[in-house]
C-alpha cells in the first residue's frame, strides 16, 4: 500500500468541504478513538466529510494513489473497523441529516447518524423503525449488516424496512439502489457490510410507535437463572410479535430500583418491550412476574426514545471490549447449565451473556431475500467480555472464547456479521452461507480491485 505523500492531501484537503485531520493534530487524535478502546488504529489521514461530494472526492483519492480506505460511520464495530493503519479513513460524523415524510411514512438519512439521530428525527412524528438498542450505535454499519432490536420481531430487522440507498461506488460514482435501480447491489448491501461502497444516504420505511412504550426490566436472582431462562425459553415460543423479551446475565450495576445489597451480585435481567396496547401488554408480561421470586422490578410506560437509551450506560465508549456470538434456532436445557457455569467464573463486572430474543418478522423472509440469510435465527447470542484495562484482556477474551466453545454445539452455525471480531475472518463465509457466492459476484461488479476491504470482507469472484 502506498503512504500518503503531503503534497496529495494538500490536494486533497483542496477537493473537499470538509476536513482534512492529520496525525500531530488534536482534532486528529479524538477522531481515532472508536467505541472499543482495544483497537489503536493509526490512520495515514481522516476525511471528515461534508456530504457526497466528499465522499466522492475521498474515494476517487484512495482509489487513484492506490492507498488503504476506511469507512467510519458510528464507530460501533467491535472489530475496528471503521479505522485502518496508515491509509485514510473516510469519517462520516459529520452527515446527520434526517428529513421525515410522515404522510408517506419514509426518513432518509445522512450516513453517519445514530440511532439515537435517527429515533429523534422520526419519534417527532411518533414513528420508528427497527434499529438497534444502544443509541449510540452507527445507524450505517447497524444497518449494512442487518440490524435487529425491539422492534424487529413485529416489524423485521432493519434492513427489511430499507426503501433504498444512495451509495458511492469504488468507481467515484454516486448512485441511488433499490429493488427497481441497481437490486444487485440493493440486495447485496442488505447485509453485505461495507464491502460495496459508502452509503451516504439510507430511506427506510416507518411505523406508528410509542411515543410511550410498556417497557422495562424484571430481575431474577442468579441462583433462579436456569429456571428463570428456561420458563422464558418456553414464555417466547407462544408470545406474540409485539412482545420482546431478551435475556441479560451478568453481575447487578447498581440500578436504584435494586436493593443496595443486590449490587454486584449475580443476576438473569429480563428486558421486556412491547409495541402495542399497553393494557394488552401488561397481561401478556404478567407470567413473566412469576417466573420465581424476582430482586426488583421496573416495568412501565415511558418514552420510546428512553427506552432506546436505557442501556447506554452500560455500553459508554472507552471500555476493551471482546465479543464472541452464536445464533440460536432452540435454546436447551444444556445450554442453560453452560450458562450457569461460565457466569461463575465472570472476569470483570462489566461482563455479560445475553439472549436477543428475534424471530417474529424477521423469519418471514426467504433466506435469499437480501445478504443478511439468517431467517431461522430465534435467538442471537453475544458473549460480551468488557473490562478496563489492557492487564484484563488474556482472561477476559479466554472467558469469552471459553462459553463460546462451551455453547457451540447447540448454536445454530449461522453467525451475525456485525457482532464478529476482529480475529474472525474465518468465519465470514459461514456468516452468509449460501448468500456468499452471490455477494462475491456483485462485488466482482461494483468493487473489482476490493477498494472497500476494511471490513469482514466478501472477495470479488
Ligand atoms: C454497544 C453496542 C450495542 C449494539 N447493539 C446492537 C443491536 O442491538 N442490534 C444490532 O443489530 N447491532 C448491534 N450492535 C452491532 C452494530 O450493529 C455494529 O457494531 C455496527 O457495525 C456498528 O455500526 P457503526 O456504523 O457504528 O460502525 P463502524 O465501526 O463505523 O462501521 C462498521 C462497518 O461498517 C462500515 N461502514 C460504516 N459506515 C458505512 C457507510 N456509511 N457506508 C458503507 N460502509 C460503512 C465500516 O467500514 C465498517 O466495516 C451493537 C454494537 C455495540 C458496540
Redesign the pocket.
Known amino acids: 500500500m502506498s503512504p500518503l505523500p503531503a503534497n496529495k492531501i494538500e490536494e486533497l484537503k483542496r477537493q473537499i468541504q470538509g476536513e482534512v485531520l492529520l496525525p500531530g493534530e488534536e482534532a486528529y487524535e479524538s477522531a481515532r478513538q472508536?467505541?472499543?478502546a482495544t483497537i489503536d488504529k493509526r490512520p495515514g489521514a481522516i476525511a471528515r466529510c461534508a456530504g457526497t461530494p466528499d465522499v466522492v472526492q475521498a474515494v476517487n483519492f484512495a482509489r487513484d494513489n492506490g492507498v488503504l480506505l476506511?469507512?467510519?460511520?458510528?464507530?460501533?464495530?467491535?472489530?475496528?473497523?471503521?479505522?485502518c493503519d496508515g491509509g485514510l479513513v473516510i469519517d462520516?460524523s459529520r452527515m446527520k441529516a434526517a428529513k421525515v415524510d410522515a404522510k408517506a411514512r419514509r426518513v432518509t438519512i445522512e450516513?453517519?447518524a445514530?440511532l439515537a439521530d435517527l429515533d429523534a428525527a422520526t419519534q417527532a412524528h411518533g414513528l420508528a423503525t427497527p434499529?438497534?438498542?444502544?443509541s449510540?450505535?452507527?445507524?450505517?454499519?447497524?444497518t449494512?449488516?442487518?440490524?435487529?432490536?425491539w422492534l424487529s420481531r413485529k416489524y423485521g430487522?432493519?434492513i427489511d424496512n430499507l426503501e433504498s440507498v444512495e451509495?458511492v461506488t469504488a468507481a467515484g460514482e454516486a448512485v441511488k439502489a433499490s429493488a427497481k435501480e441497481h437490486p444487485d447491489l440493493f440486495w447485496a448491501l442488505r447485509g453485505g457490510?461495507?464491502?460495496?461502497?459508502?452509503?451516504?444516504r439510507f430511506e427506510y420505511r416507518l411505523h406508528p410507535v410509542g411515543p410511550e412504550v410498556l417497557s422495562g426490566l424484571i430481575v431474577y436472582p442468579m441462583s433462579e437463572a436456569k429456571s428463570v431462562l428456561k420458563q422464558y425459553r418456553d414464555f417466547m415460543k407462544q408470545a406474540p410479535d409485539e412482545l420482546t423479551v431478551w435475556t441479560v446475565l451478568r453481575l447487578a450495576p447498581p440500578l436504584p430500583f435494586l436493593p443496595a445489597d443486590a449490587h454486584g451480585k449475580g443476576i438473569a435481567a429480563l428486558a421486556v418491550f412491547y409495541a402495542g396496547d399497553p393494557k394488552q401488554g401488561e397481561k401478556l408480561i404478567a407470567p413473566l412476574r412469576a417466573f420465581g421470586k424476582p430482586v426488583g422490578e421496573h416495568i412501565g410506560m415511558q418514552p420510546y426514545t428512553a427506552w432506546q437509551q436505557a442501556?447506554d450506560p452500560l455500553?459508554t465508549a472507552g471500555a476493551r471490549?471482546y465479543w464472541k456470538s452464536h445464533n440460536f434456532t432452540n435454546l436447551p436445557d444444556a445450554l442453560f447449565d453452560a450458562v450457569v457455569a461460565s457466569l461463575g467464573k465472570l472476569p470483570s463486572p462489566q461482563c455479560e451473556i445475553f439472549f436477543?430474543a428475534i424471530g417474529g418478522a424477521t423469519t418471514r423472509q426467504a433466506p435469499d431475500a437480501a445478504a443478511y440469510g439468517h431467517r431461522d435465527a430465534l435467538y442471537?447470542m453475544n458473549v460480551h467480555g468488557r473490562w478496563d484495562t489492557a492487564a484484563e484482556d488474556a482472561r477476559g477474551i479466554a472467558w469469552a472464547r471459553d462459553f463460546f466453545q462451551a455453547s457451540a454445539p447447540f448454536a445454530s452455525g449461522g453467525a451475525?456479521i456485525?457482532?464478529l471480531t476482529a480475529d474472525e475472518g474465518d468465519r465470514v463465509r459461514s456468516a452468509y452461507g449460501a448468500n456468499y457466492d452471490r455477494l462475491a459476484r456483485v462485488k466482482r461488479q461494483y468493487d473489482p480491485g476490493n477498494l472497500?476491504r476494511?471490513?469482514?470482507n466478501i472477495k470479488p469472484a
Request: aromatic content about 12%.
Open positions: 472508536i467505541w472499543n476506511a469507512i467510519r460511520g458510528g464507530g460501533h464495530n467491535i472489530a475496528g473497523n471503521a479505522l462520516l450516513g453517519g445514530t434499529v438497534g438498542i444502544n449510540t450505535t452507527g445507524l450505517a454499519g447497524l449494512l449488516g442487518g440490524g435487529f432490536g430487522m432493519t451509495v457490510g461495507g464491502n460495496f461502497g459508502v452509503v451516504t442501556f455500553l471490549n436477543g442471537v451475525y456485525n457482532f472497500f476494511v471490513n469482514q
